[in-house]
């Protein structure tokens, strides 16, 4: 027999639950704007009915429901899209990264235009076949020095303009670096809290979505793999855990470096070469390296390598990646030397070999000459410091200077004392298309020659076709950058849209909602109405017969 | 697929950026004329395109050149030509001396005006264009012929001014003067143009040469003669070689900056379609954007 309240009991819960569910519309509506939230759903899970299965149970016909209770709360989310969202997150931060420092090259590096280095160049050709052709001429030999003087000025500003690119990438990469450090610590902080509520058999959803939120963030810069770790205690089943998060290298397989543990997290530690960049607390950070610290940060724990050991580039792909990457990095090859790589340090050091043969064969080629009326060996054209050879010509682009030489002094002539002859000024403006690993380069106007292979830093080609080399490889890698930045982020664009459509708030079905948990509350409401008169009816006016 | 608002405006927000970084492209292709602007447009245009420019220039530079080519060959030619003349005018001068006939007085009138197309001579050797003198191989700063000085001096210097008219072609400019105005002074008396000009006149006032003493002469300045032609005929011929050489790189600057533009320009007509086109989607774009923003449920329910 059941109790004369139990409808009542029923009832009431259903109101309750009806309510809880509505509590939870007003979060997810309250909600809908919020970045990373993910929509949440009350579980209503039926009571035990009366009777339950017992020796002693009373003997009515069939169990009788007992209505509704709220069984959980849970996130409507698929970590699957997660795990994807992430994956083509840290392809974007990398390519996105690239792309920038590429766009910021070809900016400055101007070409194909009117004011580049070549056009800079091609005007000190002309301005030597002039030369060639009128060579008593005071006027063309002053031009061909303004000219000489415009080449040195144009390496000076390509030389700083990449320089000081360079050093602001520097700066990005110790910004990113903080963000990294900072956006792990709150991952650790975050598993602490979920660590202290899920024991309980509670899901903190709200903390869970900032964790997810935090990981994205993260993925951004470096490549990760989440392993949820099952809490202590008596978790729910829906529970997520904590996670523990793990440096996966350029293919995609583990390190074996965590970043975090559970509360426990690392920080991470880069110094540029200028000691410009952050976060070398113990200051045993070498240049141009990456270390990785305990969270407070006193001890290294980890060394984090850039190559392996075929020296191909085996850092974890990302944002971090693609900064350093266009930074600068240093490596040790098999002789124990120390190489530079990076692409701002390459195009620098290419226009460092460019100035330096450009500088060191024109000198050569005007000793070859005669000044106007003058016999004696003409002095150099342009001045580069002798400590540079063709092996080591580092900074060449921003040292290079015009000597100070007078007009008259441009060897211009083969033959000395002989003002008309323009035959030396003709191989002056022949230089950007010598073949630079020619031993033997003739020369017009006299049977010397000139063994270009002991003046110039670059080995193979002309001027030309290495400079044109140096333009075409940067459009390549510029262009192909471009491309997968657009590819990725179309694709993460398209996994955000599928987590978007499972997790985010649609107003309208929210709405919808509202109503249905309304009208069941009010629903039930009315049921205690009944209850209510039933009641009356049997305290009232039941047992009054014949009164 | 569950859409929600934020979706939408998400996605409408995608189209018009997408829309405007296209017409950006379009914009910057019709301010510039130029299909590309950075290498990463088009790694292969780009770097063909600093040669072509190099190309062009060169080109340019050699049409440049051709004008100071001219100049020497035109006014070597006209100085020569000059030249030829006076040498005529001896000659002639040198068969009436012959005759017999001739008094001391009248000879003395013909030795004054010889000395006199002398000193044109040397004036027409040291021909001045510019800057520069024309005769003196490539030692144009200083005079070639200095009759005053003793001995006199005619300077050797037959280097030839070269200019380069076409790459890796070098043409001589200017006529060879150690063959036109020559000086001897190793024989006694000196030979040469100016040396065997000296011996006509110092027979001319010698009053013991008879007509064939002068006559003896002809021969020789007959050989001057011949001397200045073959510098002529040569500079004619150089000339002939140049004009043709104008010519091909007339037509190859025609074809540099084709080639050029062939490679870079941008397709106006192109470019504005596109542009139009995209105008389209951009006004498509906008007006989705204005029907997303759709009443909600809420708005029907009270």
């Known amino acids: 027999m059941t109790s004369t309240f139990m409808g009542l009991e029923t009832a009431r819960r259903g109101m309750m639950t009806q309510q809880s569910a509505l509590y939870v519309t007003g979060h997810n509506i309250a909600n809908a ?29 069939g169990q009788m429901g007992t209505g509704v209770e709220a069984g959980s709360i849970q996130r409507i989310r698929e970590g699957f899209l997660d795990l994807q969202y992430r994956g083509e997150n840290n392809k974007l931060g990398y390519w996105q990264s690239r792309a920038d420092g590429l766009s910021k090259m070809e900016n400055i590096m101007n070409e194909p235009s009117e004011d580049g280095l070549s056009a800079v160049m091609g005007q000190f050709w002309q301005s030597l076949q002039d030369l060639s052709v009128n060579p008593e001429n005071e006027g063309t030999r002053s031009v061909v020095l303004e000219r000489g003087q415009a080449v040195a000025d144009t390496f000076h500003y390509l030389h700083d303009s990449l320089s000081s690119i360079q050093d602001d990438l520097g700066n990005e990469v110790s910004v990113s670096l903080r963000d990294i450090n900072s956006i792990l610590k709150k991952i650790g902080d975050v598993n602490k809290q979920i660590g202290e509520v899920e024991p309980h058999g509670y899901l903190p959803n709200d903390l869970y979505d900032e964790r997810d939120q935090l990981v994205d963030q993260l993925s951004q810069y470096v490549d990760i793999k989440v392993t949820k770790v099952k809490s202590e205690g008596k978790p729910s089943d829906m529970a997520e855990g904590i996670y523990d998060i793990q440096l996966l290298d350029a293919t995609g397989k583990s390190t074996g470096k965590t970043l975090v543990n559970g509360s426990d997290y690392v920080q991470l530690g880069f110094k540029g070469s200028d000691n410009k960049l952050a976060y070398d607390p113990t200051g045993n950070i070498g240049d141009k390296d990456l270390k990785m610290f305990n969270s407070t940060g006193e001890k290294q724990v980890g060394e984090l390598s850039l190559l392996n050991s075929n020296q191909e580039m085996s850092f974890s792909q990302g944002k971090l990646r693609g900064l350093i990457e266009s930074y600068g990095y240093k490596t040790t090859d098999a002789g124990g030397n120390e190489v530079d790589h990076g692409t701002y340090t390459e195009m620098l050091d290419n226009l460092d070999q460019m100035a330096f043969t450009f500088a060191n064969v024109f000198n050569a080629i005007q000793k070859k000459g005669y000044g106007l009326n003058d016999s004696s060996t003409p002095p150099d054209f342009f001045n580069i410091p002798a400590a540079l050879t063709k092996d080591n010509y580092k900074d060449a682009s921003k040292l290079i200077e015009m000597a100070d030489i007078k007009p008259d002094q441009i060897a211009a002539s083969s033959v000395p004392g002989d003002a008309g002859d323009g035959s030396n000024a003709i191989n002056l403006s022949n230089l950007q298309g010598m073949e630079l690993s020619s031993t033997s380069q003739k020369l017009e106007g006299t049977t010397d020659t000139i063994d270009l292979t002991q003046l110039s830093a670059i080995k193979n080609g002309s001027m030309q076709s290495f400079y044109e080399g140096m333009i075409g490889k940067l459009g390549v890698d510029a262009q192909q950058a471009n491309r997968l930045e657009k590819n990725s982020d179309t694709l993460r664009q398209s996994v955000d849209e599928s987590r978007q459509s499972v997790s985010s708030v649609s107003l309208d079905e929210e709405m919808t909602n509202m109503i249905k948990f309304q009208h069941a509350y009010n629903a039930a409401a009315r049921n205690i109405t009944v209850m209510d008169e039933m009641l009356d009816k049997i305290i009232n006016g039941m047992g009054t017969v014949g009164r | 697929m569950r859409i929600t608002q934020n979706m939408l405006s998400a996605n409408m927000l995608k189209n018009l950026t997408n829309s405007y970084e296209n017409m950006g492209k379009y914009q910057d292709q019709l301010a510039t004329g130029k299909r590309i602007n950075r290498p990463s447009d088009d790694p292969v245009v780009a770097m063909k395109g600093i040669s072509y420019r190099n190309n062009l220039q060169e080109v340019e530079q050699f049409k440049r050149n051709f004008s100071e080519a001219y100049n020497w060959n035109e006014n070597s030619d006209s100085s020569l030509d000059k030249a030829t003349q006076a040498l005529q005018r001896i000659r002639e001068l040198t068969v009436q001396a012959s005759n017999d006939t001739y008094d001391a007085s009248q000879r003395d009138g013909i030795k004054q005006e010889i000395t006199q197309l002398k000193e044109q001579l040397v004036q027409i050797a040291n021909t001045k264009f510019g800057d ?131 490679n870079e320009d941008a397709d106006i007509e192109k470019v504005i379609t596109n542009l139009k086109a995209e105008e389209s989607v951009q006004r498509a774009a906008l007006s989705v954007g204005a029907r997303i923003i759709q009443p909600s449920l809420m708005d029907f329910l009270r």
């Open chain 1, 33 to 61: 704007n919020t970045p990373g939230y993910t929509r949440q759903r009350v579980n209503f899970t039926q009571t035990e009915p009366y009777p339950a299965a017992a020796m002693n149970r009373p003997q009515i016909p």
């Open chain 2, 132 to 262: 520069k003198y024309l005769f003196n191989g490539t030692d144009t700063t200083e005079q070639p012929v200095d009759l005053t000085t003793t001995p006199p001096t005619v300077s050797t210097n037959n280097n030839p001014v070269k200019i380069e008219l076409s790459k890796g072609v070098y043409i001589q400019v200017n006529a060879d003067p150690s063959k036109v105005f020559t000086l001897d002074n190793s024989t006694t008396p000196p030979s040469g143009l100016f040396g065997d000009i000296d011996n006509l006149i110092n027979k001319l006032s010698d009053p013991n040469s008879t007509g064939d003493d002068i006559n003896a002469e002809l021969g020789k300045l007959d050989g001057h003669l011949q001397n200045v032609t073959d510098a002529r005929s040569e500079l004619g011929a150089r000339m002939n070689r140049i004009q043709l050489m104008e010519n091909r790189v007339d037509e190859q600057e025609v074809i540099a900056n084709k080639v050029m533009s062939d």
